[in-house]
């Protein structure tokens, strides 16, 4: 028998009739396969429980208690509405229950303390998933398909790097193999929050926002799944953005290493980690909708020869900005990008690309916009004495840019695939201030003003995406 792990995104537990729509696809896939569960809060829930923490540190005292009141609403609509035996209704009921009381009573701690360490934010983040999964495996129960909750916190353990923990794999390995596999070998559905993980000591931590696809590519590894199954509210990975783009449409067949890049570079379809446990392993990934699953879904496979094209999507990322450190004294002058990115990463900031500009006398690369002050502070001060010297003029940043990334295995191996991009560009007048290559072979990234990002996406989903890249192999 082949085994599942499906994971249900937000939307997909979002309400009492999307958990019966759950509840129908996992008794489906009961029949002929072993089958593992894991879920997100349901939707909203994650935000509602972060804004009133942070309400709360914040000196309000209301707001908490007014959040409270609408997390009972929702799961309570729920329960009501989907579970009919009495036993299990109050039995759930009371466990959510037991969940809001403990957000209110930490919400009071951190808003008597007018503070919200990371630790207590993921403390209270994590109840979204505590509260959902219940309901899920209740109803599996009621629909005769034996199912039991299983929280993660005693499955993935992690670092203390709260609010996007790391995960130790040895261990999770060894405690997912020890809890898990003895339920699914007793025909069991078990039902695993997402997102969270804890530390050694068993104090909760999360995996970072979206990370319960994450947690569902560990899980689905570690229990030696056939597939894994991400169930959302979209028809599949999609060539663009559609808000952005009508005509964007699903992907068939991607790789691992086109899906890491895309998620890397913005498009909201796998939490960015996510394939990396299911590479080395080779377990192939569908992503399909909770709300239409007759359609095909995208299926996400390691061997690139399956993928047909070459460019498959086109996606933007908002909220960076564009750092240069320019001079003339630079060239020559060892280690200057090393202490520029030694500064950077103090300062605990990502840098999205490092881009070629025109003139060899400086060094540009994209941080998120957040960041991007502090990050030229550091740089000013790392580089003191060369500014002094003046063999380093300026550093600055400029935060009217947006990066437009083109995602297709063989981009840059393929004859003519990165000028029709740029000619796409050209041709509707978006000027490219960066361009950075990346290092693998996925991705050809630009940096352009943020008014020119729309035109953009567009023009490179006509005139490349659509037509696979154009380019012969
Ligand atoms: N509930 C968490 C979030 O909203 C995790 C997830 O949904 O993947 O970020
Ligand atoms: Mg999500």
Redesign the pocket.
Known sequence: MATLTMKF??TSVGNAEAIARVADIVQEAAREHRVLVVC??MSG???LLIEAAQRAAAGDSARYQVIAQELRQKHEAAIRALLTSDVERIAIHDEVEALIDEFETLCYGIYVLREASPKAMDKV?SL??RMSVPIVSALLRQRGIPSCTVSASRLIVTDDQFQNAGVLFEESEANVRRELLPLLDQGLVPVVT??IGATRDGVVT????????Y?AALLGAYVDSDEVWIWTDVDGVMTADPRLVPDARVIPVLSYGEVGEMAYFGAKVL?SKTVQPLVERNIPVRVKNTFNPQAEGTLIVRDERETPGTVKAVTAIRDVSLVTVAGRGMIGVPGIAARTFSAVAKRQANVLMIAQSSSEQSICFVVPEAKSREVVAAIQSELEAEFGRQDIDRAWADDDVEIITVVGVGMLRKHGVAARVFGALGEAGVNILAIAHGASDYCVSMVVRSQDTEKGVRAIHRLVVLNGGGAKA
């Open positions: 995104g937000g997100s809060a829930v994650t935000n983040a979204g998933e997402g997102f999360t995996l970072g926002r979206g990370g319960s696809d947690s939490h």
